[in-house]
């Protein structure tokens, strides 16, 4: 396994220097970070004053080099006459033309530099190296060519380039097969120089790393127990190098696609530069899920420089409360409860919501159109109401959707084209790999999606041509356990793991609509704190229904009551169509497999009724799981 790299773009063709360079620091070894994008604060900027390049064209961490930076020069000494003026400033004449400029002396950049670093990991206790690499000149070539050589022979010499900590064609071509020798080697040759401890090179790494890299979902114990969380090398694909057409990428559960969205946004701010901030709004279907993107998102930023600039331009909102605000800022309310009438049942206040956004949307169609990205999560669940929402505050078309057929829990329908949304049927390529989910439980998860011939048709279609993939490395089965009173079983299961290691914040219970009372209630009886829904502040038990799981995860999800789903075998609906009645009770197993798929460690299933369809099922294939893992 090779470097992690760590760039949003590629670098350009005329940067041969660059590339070389790169192309010899891409053989270093996992445990190297090699950087050509930095997160940089104020106190570093201040340092690098004066300097006409704020930062050096690479930065490498690891624990044997600390922290390293590489200036890297490309000079023509066969065009250009080079000749030092003092130690901050060359002159550059061109030999044929007799034009002459000033550029700074990489050695004074380098300083700048390792200064500037200094500051960016203080307090850290990780050693600071700043060398000048000529990946297209020799060392004997410079010695020859340049005008006043005699500077650089003089005891002061190593204020205008310090020869022995720099870096030429010849060291790197010797030193090709193995890189980390030659930067180690340049490193610990300092007199002062000092290992760095690998948790000093982690913390180093949180601290540069820029946010968009980040994997921002995972809770306080991952923190405590997993080394730095990055996006994957496909994630990087694609939030940094998609065409601007392929903006609609369906994958799988706990694919990633959440966080690319996410670092999609982020990587929109830093693009503006030093320019005017876009204004990108990061949307779903539900408060759940938007509170959902906005934990991740607090993660992704939490110790950035650029915080304050990414809270202002990215607004993270649901559909329904944007329709809120719409209807507020009309009626010149501050609180859409306002609103509200008196004991109206939550359908009819939406049925009215939808109806007045609707009318003031079609008399005032360019009033909201506040947005120049939008970015959609969760799009299989959208209907084509909330997407002429969205439209209508986005004023430059700029789209970007992400979704997963097999989450799909509601009878919606969209027409993407009808509604005049460009994607240019440039699905982006998938991964097929659910890292959230550990893998055995993933696999019960797919197999069980999968085995509905409507549901694999259904993915067929949308382009799902590989076998699903289980990168998670934890081999935890889930446990699917009779109980003839699972709601006390889940009471007690929850009691057990909280008299553990597992604090509320780790615990999801997932149950049906017909039982959140009573499990409730049983919670309740044995001291737990929950509440319904995802919990923004307080630390409990989140307990929903499965409508109401999506964009949840946690170390420990307990799920119950999936004998209520609808299945075509019950009374219910016995007088529908045959079709209906399959599309009915795939909509039901996609809630039972997006509960599934939300553990990240434990899956507890209770079920009272053996022969249920959906039961027997997972039962089966759990079965077959269990006994494969005791063979192998």
């Not at 980390?180 to 540069?208: C, G, M």
Request: net charge neutral; hydrophobic share 40%; charged share 30%.
């Amino acid at each position: 396994m090779k470097c992690q790299l760590i760039q949003t773009t590629k670098i350009a063709d005329k940067n041969r220097a660059e590339q070389e360079m790169l192309a010899f620091l891409r053989n270093l070894p996992a445990e190297y970070f090699v950087y050509r994008e930095l997160k940089l604060t104020a106190a570093y900027r201040e340092r690098v004053k004066g300097i006409e390049k704020k930062k050096p064209d690479f930065v490498v961490v690891s624990p044997e080099t600390g922290l390293l930076s590489i200036e890297v020069k490309d000079w023509n000494l066969t065009h250009n006459v080079y000749e030092w003026q003092d130690q901050y400033r060359i002159r550059v004449t061109d030999r044929s033309a007799g034009h002459v400029r000033e550029i700074d002396n990489p050695t004074a950049q380098v300083e700048a530099y390792l200064y500037a670093f200094m500051e960016l990991v203080r307090g850290l206790r990780v050693f600071v190296t700043s060398i000048v690499a000529f990946p297209r000149v020799s060392r004997s070539d410079l010695m020859n060519r340049l005008e006043n050589i005699e500077v650089l022979r003089n005891p002061q010499s190593r204020f205008y380039l310090d020869l022995d900590r720099t870096l030429f064609k010849e060291d790197l071509d010797r030193y090709v097969a193995r890189p980390e020798a030659l930067l180690v080697k340049v490193v610990q040759d300092h007199p002062k120089f000092q290992r760095s401890s690998p948790q000093q090179v982690e913390r180093a790494n949180r601290r540069i790393l820029p946010s968009s890299f980040r994997i921002g979902d995972y809770t306080e114990r991952q923190k405590n127990q997993n080394r730095l969380k990055m996006i994957t090398e496909q994630q990087r694909r694609w939030i940094f190098g998609l065409h601007p057409q392929q903006n609609y990428l369906l994958d799988v559960a706990g694919s990633g696609k959440t966080n690319v969205l996410i670092s999609k946004a982020i990587h929109a701010v830093d693009m503006a530069g030093d320019g005017a901030l876009p204004r990108i709004l990061l949307t779903t279907y539900s408060p759940n899920l938007e509170t959902n993107i906005r934990r991740i998102f607090q993660h992704k930023i939490a110790d950035s420089p650029d915080r304050a600039r990414y809270q202002e331009a990215i607004t993270i909102q649901c559909v329904p409360a944007l329709m809120g605000q719409i209807v507020a800022a009309v009626l010149g309310i501050d609180d859409i409860d306002q609103y509200r009438s008196p004991g109206e049942s939550p359908d009819a206040y939406e049925t009215r919501l939808r109806q007045d956004v609707e009318d003031i949307l079609r008399s005032e169609p360019e009033r909201f159109r506040r947005f120049d990205h939008v970015f959609i999560d969760e799009v299989q669940d959208f209907d084509n109401f909330y997407l002429l929402v969205v439209d209508h505050l986005c004023r430059s078309k700029s789209f970007f959707f992400v979704g997963d057929i097999g989450q799909k829990i509601y009878e919606r329908r969209h027409d993407l084209e009808r509604l005049g949304f460009v994607t240019g049927k440039a699905e982006v390529e998938k991964s097929y790999k659910m890292f959230r989910t550990p893998r055995y439980i993933a696999e019960l998860a797919t197999r069980f999606i999968l085995g509905d011939p409507l549901a694999r048709s259904e993915f067929a279609e949308l382009g799902y041509t590989e076998s699903f993939k289980y990168p998670n490395k934890l081999k935890n089965m889930a446990e699917v356990l009779h109980a003839d009173h699972p709601a006390q079983e889940v009471a007690d299961r929850v009691r057990a793991f909280l008299d553990t290691t597992y604090s509320e914040a780790d615990i999801l219970v997932i149950t049906s609509a017909e039982r959140l009372q009573q499990v409730e209630d049983a919670l309740g009886a044995q001291g737990v704190r929950c509440v319904l829904g995802e919990p923004e502040h307080a630390t409990a038990v989140s307990l929903v229904d499965f409508m109401g799981v999506k964009g949840l995860e946690k170390e420990i999800v307990l799920v119950t009551g999936i004998e209520d789903l609808y299945d075509r075998s019950k009374p219910l609906g016995m007088f529908e169509d045959e079709d209906t009645r399959y599309q009915r009770e795939l909509l039901s197993r996609r809630k039972a497999y997006v509960a599934l798929t939300r553990p990240l460690e434990q899956l507890i299933i209770y079920y009272q009724d053996p022969n249920n369809r959906f039961v027997s099922e997972l039962l089966d294939i759990n079965h077959e799981i269990l006994n494969r893992r005791q063979v192998g």
